[in-house]
């Protein structure tokens, strides 16, 4: 028979070898892998793509129809720091989509104030979502590398600055150059807000 001090050393040669292979296995199950526009993974996908919207029936042994339903059920789950950081998130963008609609509301007020047609003023309005993109590059990449308090506090008095300068704009192109801008702290916005909203709520 063999001795209980080389069955000790089996067990821990195992899950020294075979357990982290199988953490490692899992994690990367999850790693987001190159697209493959094979005709196998193009069909695959539409074949896929109605039924994944619905839930499987494991799925639906392991939870309730209140489970499914009810997302309010989470929420007390959740302890003071990630309230804190969820509402900062959350006050972030509810701030950033005020600022947007203040003009889109006001169009015929500000048209009539330049002297220019709606059509001309809702140029300021597509180039606030035009310019989005180099935001989100801009203050994702600051975020991503420092932190993400300094790009956030950046971002809010950026919105700030610029929606009080829209209201002082004496010109169509002064106008225009305030939009432009603030499309950029617009779109730097959203990633550092879903970041704090989240960052927290994985243990």
């Not at 190159?34 to 839930?55: A, Q």
């Not at 701030?95 to 809702?122: E, G, H, R």
């Not at 180099?134 to 600051?142: N, S, T, Y």
Request: net charge neutral; aromatic share 16%; hydrophobic share 45%.
């Amino acid at each position: 028979m063999r001795s209980a001090r080389l069955e000790d050393e089996e067990a821990a040669s195992f899950q020294s070898e075979y357990v982290p292979s199988m953490v490692i296995r899992e994690h990367n199950k999850h790693i987001i892998q190159p697209p493959n526009f094979s005709l196998h993974s193009i069909s695959k996908y539409f074949r896929t793509r109605i039924p994944s919207l619905f839930l499987s029936q494991d799925e639906l042994d392991q939870f309730t129809w209140s489970d499914v339903f009810n997302p309010f059920s989470s929420l007390k789950e959740m302890n003071s720091r990630q309230w804190n950081f969820f509402l900062v998130g959350f006050a972030g963008w509810t701030w950033d989509a005020f600022d947007f609609f203040l003009v889109s509301l006001n169009v015929s007020s500000i048209a009539k104030d330049l002297d220019k047609t709606v059509k001309d003023i809702t140029w300021g309005i597509t180039l606030v979502l035009m310019l989005r993109s180099v935001g989100a590059v801009i203050f994702g990449l600051w975020g991503d590398r420092y932190g993400r308090k300094w790009p956030y506090i950046t971002n809010m008095f950026l919105l700030v600055v610029l929606q009080i300068a829209c209201g002082f704009v004496k010109d169509y192109k002064s106008f225009l150059g305030v939009r432009a801008l603030f499309g950029i702290a617009m779109g730097g916005m959203f990633g550092n807000c879903a970041a704090c909203a989240c960052m927290y709520f994985i243990n």
